[in-house]
């Protein structure tokens, strides 16, 4: 039987990971909390042969080390990596057998991101939700706002630079958007009325993608 784990967080809620990757008689599937320094050893030795890294620990624990990801990638286990810190090592070990899914993965990989600081949020400790906005969806989102018109060039430029100014847990809208009305001395009321609705996750697109993309390959090993 093959056995799945995948190392999952903030980027989407359990309950509807488990909508997409399920344990089946073919395979079984374990959701575990975000990765950190040790946790493939231990995979390795409970028998897993497909890991899926979306969340990872950095801040309070010590990440996962690209050194652990390519011994284990020695014994032929497949891991694939998405959303977060999966798309940060996928980008780094990718040439070494790791499979990165999704725009976060080839986006660092092309360079067009360079910082873990785009992915970093905090979030509740026991649930996982998340409490602040990593930076890659507020960038997206402005994008989003800027081509419906929501906001301008300079408006544009002067948020980012007011998120990207804030220490990552601290990155709220609701600050974000105070913060830049009074660089710019006016009202962004649109702005904040836009974002309730149409805030671009794409931490959760490609957890997803990673998700469905195991769930295909289980199928034909």
Do not use: C
């Given at each position: 039987m093959i056995k799945i784990i995948i190392y999952l967080g903030p980027s989407l809620p359990l309950k509807e990971a488990k909508k997409i990757l399920y344990s089946n008689t073919n395979r079984e599937v374990i959701y575990a909390p975000p990765i950190k320094r040790d946790d493939i050893p231990n995979a390795i030795n409970e028998g897993f042969n497909i890991l899926g890294i979306i969340d990872g620990l950095f801040f309070r624990e010590s990440a996962v080390s690209p050194r652990e990801i390519m011994e284990a990638l020695k014994t032929k286990v497949k891991i694939y990596g998405a959303?977060?810190?999966?798309?940060?090592?996928?980008?780094?070990?990718?040439?070494?057998?790791?499979?990165?899914?999704?725009?976060?993965?080839?986006?660092?990989?092309d360079g067009t991101l360079n910082s873990d600081d785009e992915v970093a949020l905090?979030?509740?400790?026991?649930?996982?939700?998340?409490?602040?906005?990593?930076?890659?969806?507020?960038?997206?989102?402005?994008?989003?706002?800027?081509?419906?018109?929501?906001?301008?060039?300079?408006?544009?430029?002067?948020?980012?630079?007011?998120?990207?100014?804030?220490?990552?847990?601290?990155?709220?809208?609701?600050?974000?958007?105070?913060?830049?009305?009074?660089?710019?001395?006016?009202?962004?009321?649109?702005?904040?009325?836009?974002?309730?609705?149409?805030?671009?996750?794409?931490?959760?697109?490609?957890?997803?993608?990673?998700?469905?993309?195991?769930?295909?390959?289980?199928?034909?090993?």
């Open positions: 959303s977060s810190m999966g798309a940060l090592r996928a980008s780094e070990l990718d040439r070494y057998g790791m499979i990165g899914i999704g725009k976060i993965y080839h986006w660092y990989r905090s979030f509740e400790s026991e649930a996982y939700t998340p409490i602040s906005e990593p930076l890659i969806n507020i960038r997206e989102t402005i994008k989003k706002a800027f081509e419906n018109n929501i906001l301008n060039k300079e408006e544009s430029e002067v948020v980012f630079k007011s998120a990207k100014n804030l220490y990552f847990p601290e990155r709220r809208w609701e600050k974000i958007i105070q913060n830049s009305e009074n660089i710019l001395n006016k009202s962004l009321s649109n702005l904040a009325e836009f974002v309730k609705n149409n805030k671009v996750d794409v931490k959760k697109e490609d957890a997803i993608l990673l998700l469905k993309r195991i769930d295909e390959d289980s199928k034909w090993l």
